[in-house]
């Protein structure tokens, strides 16, 4: 069924930016441009004095299925996904069992099918197990439809291992994904470490296991001339070597999260797990290199780490609680404040949500082009609201951002042309 | 005057005036435990919970003797640490124990802010005993009775702090304190055992023992877990020993009425010799006594009683 999105200030990054309508048919963007003419029987979406955006895609979230369903599900992330206005999301391997072979994969394509709400793209283990040991069959992940590979959270240590992977990947043009993190730099800690973690008496995470981690991996790109997309970038010295890189043509992309460019280490006071995740949070100082290497370019995407986590996990002691926060549901109105702040032109934080992270695993995603499939945010980038975790899609309620007073609204979500999140519907 | 706090956690968020308040205290309590019958009724009736997760002797049966010449009916609680892997969250454990109508919970946890997360969740009255390497306020508090009780005054005191101050919380509460009341606080280590900018907190870093030393009224020496040989931290205890011991030469060094202070329990021939450890200057028992005393008056301050 056609669904006409009538007077909306649609933008298209690189591609539009105005007053438009957008007509959508058979699952596709068929047409853009003001005065369309509309087939009969057409549902229209009043969009006025809203934004038309290409659906966010999400390069890493944590949908917890199969293994650790009490904490989210595929069904449940992909709700929570669609009302953050994300339509397509990347699965971390991370799950149990680990997606290292294609029936996980498999299974997982199925599940986000059955959902029937956001696009699930599953990234595939590196290593068997992610155990940082023995190759994946990455070929067959490749092949089951997974969009890129990491062993996320367990990082390969080992540099040799890693090269291959590198190398290996390069037959099937596969990004690369890593957590960067130094384990033995890192090994214990549970905070930034610096004088809050020093106060606070908490093992520390020093900034130098990120970036020691970055380096190597850059090098290793320079080497096999592999694709290589760094997950969550957080130090002020991440963001250097990034920028470095690709002023050498290097084939290296990068994210980083709402939390690491809004809050710092601060917010640990008070031995706040809900402000304990990994990457932990950083300085003033990293905060303002994060942000600006979202303004300059250096970092390609806004990617969330939705990391979902039970309430009874998050009670433990802050060394014993699990890290990760959810983030599905406040990346909008988190990057938005970036818009608000001056870093980002309105297009250009539309581009990191959506356009680039497509592009940086190769998704046929994040544009209204004619033929695209219709994947459509609508949103009120001025409506004010507060974060109430309780209210959350996702089974899990582990914010900081709880009690926030936030602007930017996602209004209505359309994946392949069908609408599957309104806000009007979620208030009522 | 009394304290206005539900729970004693820290001593970094306490005022000049509290701390003094709880020092007076404890001198009326030291008298009776001066006394033949070292027993007074202040708590009669009151419940204390020793909740210890961590193995300690000293401290617990401290706030053990201290309630019981309190006249509190005292109840130990160890629950194996494996109860914790098993996942019964902290304060699950501590609802049960209030449940039973504790008055006052002391608390000895491994993890840092596990003070802070029970005192938030129960209704008890909540004493720190040691989270992690976060504070051990009565050890800073009987620390900072012992140093007044050999006539020293804070304002301007030289106090050389010597050791692993990153893992200690001994040391975190004593420099939040010392710092607070007026005193120079030097921190000396080795760098692997010296916190990420520490410096922040008022104190001063050195890295050589002999230069910390000069003129300081107050040692106080940190122990060293000796487990800690083979994480890089230290190469060997016998270099250790060599460079950060405290020797009868080194004590030459400071001025000559200081006083060397260890928490305990001390590695003889380590961090501290044995004839300094057993000379005049020590004042290692008197803190053991007076923390007796100091915990008595917390555990008064802390019970509303007065």
Request: hydrophobic letters at 45%; charged letters at 25%.
């Amino acid at each position: 069924m056609a669904i006409h999105i009538a007077g909306g200030h649609v933008i298209d990054p690189g591609r539009f930016n105005g007053v438009a309508d957008v007509l959508i048919d058979e699952g596709r963007i068929v047409a853009v441009g003001p005065n369309l003419k509309v087939p009969a029987g057409a549902t229209k979406i009043d969009a006025k004095g809203r934004l038309v955006l290409p659906g966010f895609v999400d390069l890493h979230v944590h949908f917890r299925e199969p293994g650790f369903e009490y904490k989210e599900s595929i069904q449940s992330g992909a709700a929570a996904a669609v009302a953050g206005g994300f339509t397509s999301v990347c699965c971390m391997p991370n799950t149990n069992p680990a997606n290292d072979n294609q029936a996980i994969t498999e299974f997982m394509l199925e599940r986000g099918k059955a959902a029937g709400l956001a696009n699930v793209f599953p990234i595939g283990a590196i290593t068997k197990g992610l155990e940082g040991k023995e190759l994946a069959e990455i070929g067959d992940l490749r092949r089951a439809g997974c969009v890129a590979i990491s062993d996320d959270g367990k990082p390969v240590m080992n540099s040799l291992v890693m090269r291959r992977a590198m190398e290996y990947a390069l037959a099937f043009d596969v990004a690369v994904v890593d957590h960067c993190e130094d384990l033995h730099l890192a090994e214990g800690g549970c905070m930034n470490e610096g004088v809050v973690s020093t106060e606070l008496g908490l093992p520390g995470m020093p900034s130098a296991a990120e970036d020691v981690m970055v380096s190597r991996n850059i090098a290793l790109a320079e080497l096999t001339g592999a694709r290589l997309h760094l997950a969550h970038i957080s130090t002020e010295g991440s963001a250097r070597m990034v920028r470095e890189a690709k002023s050498r043509g290097l084939r290296v992309t990068a994210e980083a999260c709402p939390h690491h460019f809004t809050i710092t280490e601060e917010t640990v006071r008070g031995y706040n797990t809900y402000a304990k995740m990994n990457p932990p949070l950083r300085t003033e100082k990293d905060v303002q290199a994060i942000k600006e290497g979202l303004r300059d370019g250096t970092i390609d995407a806004i990617a969330t780490d939705h990391a979902p986590h039970a309430t009874q996990e998050k009670q433990l002691g802050f060394a014993e609680a699990p890290f990760g926060i959810v983030g599905l549901e406040t990346a909008l109105p988190l990057t938005l404040a970036l818009v608000e702040e001056g870093i980002l032109s309105l297009e250009s934080a539309v581009d990191k949500l959506s356009t680039a992270p497509a592009k940086v695993f190769g998704l046929a995603k994040g544009t209204l082009a004619i033929g695209a499939d219709a994947d459509v945010t609508i949103v009120d980038q001025h409506e004010q609201w507060e974060v109430d975790p309780a209210k959350f899609f996702s089974k899990s309620r582990n914010t900081p951002f709880a009690g926030w007073k936030v602007k930017g609204r996602v209004r209505t979500t359309i994946v392949s042309g069908r609408v599957v999140f309104e806000a009007s519907r979620a208030e009522g | 005057m009394s304290l206005k706090r539900k729970d004693l956690l820290s001593l970094a968020p306490l005022s000049v005036d509290e701390i003094k308040l709880i020092l007076e205290t404890a001198d009326s309590f030291k008298e009776v435990t001066g006394r033949e019958i070292k027993k007074v009724p202040a708590l009669r009736g009151r419940t204390v919970v020793n909740l210890f997760f961590e193995p300690s002797t000293r401290t617990r049966t401290s706030f053990e003797l201290a309630a019981k010449r309190l006249s509190a009916d005292v109840i130990n609680f160890s629950p194996s640490s494996s109860s914790v892997v098993k996942g019964e969250t902290l304060l699950d454990t501590a609802r049960n124990i209030e449940a039973m109508q504790a008055d006052i919970i002391v608390l000895r946890h491994p993890s840092a802010g596990a003070a802070q997360a029970l005192a938030r969740g129960v209704k008890s009255a909540v004493i720190n005993a040691g989270d992690g390497w976060h504070e051990h306020p009565t050890q800073g508090l009987l620390d900072l009775y012992t140093i007044r009780e050999r006539g020293l005054s804070f304002e301007g005191l030289k106090v050389a702090i010597v050791g692993d101050v990153a893992h200690s919380r001994v040391a975190r509460s004593n420099i939040y304190a010392l710092v607070k009341l007026g005193a120079e606080v030097r921190v000396v280590g080795p760098p692997t055992m010296i916190p990420a900018g520490v410096e922040k907190l008022g104190v001063r870093v050195y890295y050589h023992l002999d230069e910390a030393l000069r003129d300081v009224q107050v040692i106080m020496m940190l122990r060293l877990q000796l487990e800690r040989q083979g994480k890089a931290l230290f190469p060997t205890i016998r270099e250790y020993a060599r460079l950060y011991g405290l020797t009868s030469e080194r004590v030459k060094l400071a001025d000559p009425k200081v006083i060397v202070m260890h928490p305990g329990p001390i590695n003889r021939g380590v961090e501290i010799a044995p004839e300094v450890a057993d000379s005049l200057s020590s004042v290692i028992l008197d803190q053991v006594a007076n923390g007796v005393a100091v915990r008595m008056g917390i555990l008064y301050l802390m019970s509303g009683a007065n």
